[in-house]
């Protein structure tokens, strides 16, 4: 069964600073990779998806990267902003969708 | 993106009586739908995994016989939880894919209290 794993369980940074998310999956077998933002309370809000032939998708301040052989996910944030404070998730995908406990962000104003 | 419409969002209901959730895709063919359970400060738990036409794959521990999932259609899934309890008062989501290899669309979830 895929696990994934997300480092660090929470963050909190000062407004402006460049920070960087982990993902780490077991079965580097996978179709596609997903990150997500979950506001709490609320559902999930898709943020990028990587193809498992791809190795970086950029959506303005984002950045995601997948290393598959070695079963490694990093998404970047740049700038980072009071309201990009959220939980961040990753999901595999193969048969199932799995995903990891998610890193809870704080930016400090 | 594709649109994956969940309902109810907000449902209340007694213990020992039975909620029926729909996910619905509206704009695409869902091959696969996924559902899954959220406690709070969790993560997402995969409940379930459905295909079109076929019997729904449970994760370990997950009673199949209490969280009823049916696929019937290309554009519909619905999950009942029968015979409820307090401790399945959690968020439910569902989620949506073309193929096995295309992005999954997620509904907005359904918060569920058993009392």
């Known amino acids: 069964k895929q696990e994934v794993t997300q480092i660090p369980a929470a963050l909190s940074v000062p407004e402006g600073e460049n920070l960087v998310l982990n993902c780490s999956f077991t079965?580097?077998?996978?179709?596609?990779l997903q990150w997500f933002r979950q506001d709490p309370g609320k559902g999930l809000t898709s943020l990028l998806l990587i193809q498992s032939s791809q190795r970086e998708q950029t959506s303005g301040r984002l950045n995601a990267s997948l290393d598959k052989s070695s079963g490694r996910s990093t998404l970047y944030i740049a700038a980072s902003q009071p309201g990009d404070s959220a939980t961040y998730l990753c999901a595999v995908r193969l048969s199932d969708m799995r995903f990891g406990a998610g890193t809870r962000l704080t930016v400090k104003p | 993106g594709a649109v994956v419409s969940q309902h109810p969002s907000r449902v209340i209901c007694k213990s020992g009586t039975s909620v029926k959730i729909e996910c619905r895709s509206l704009?695409?063919?869902?091959?696969?739908m996924f559902w899954y359970r959220q406690f709070p400060k969790q993560s997402l738990m995969l409940m379930a995994t459905?295909?079109?036409?076929?019997?729904?794959?449970?994760e370990q521990g997950v009673e199949k016989d209490k969280f009823l999932i049916n696929h019937a259609s290309l554009t519909l899934s619905t999950l009942t939880v029968t015979s409820a309890h307090p401790e399945d008062s959690s968020f439910y989501i569902c989620s949506a894919s073309g193929t096995a290899d295309t992005e999954a669309f997620f509904g907005q979830g359904t918060r569920l209290t058993v009392v």
């Open positions: 079965d580097s077998a996978i179709y596609n």
């Open positions: 459905s295909n079109e036409g076929s019997k729904a794959t449970y």
């Open positions: 704009d695409f063919q869902a091959t696969t």
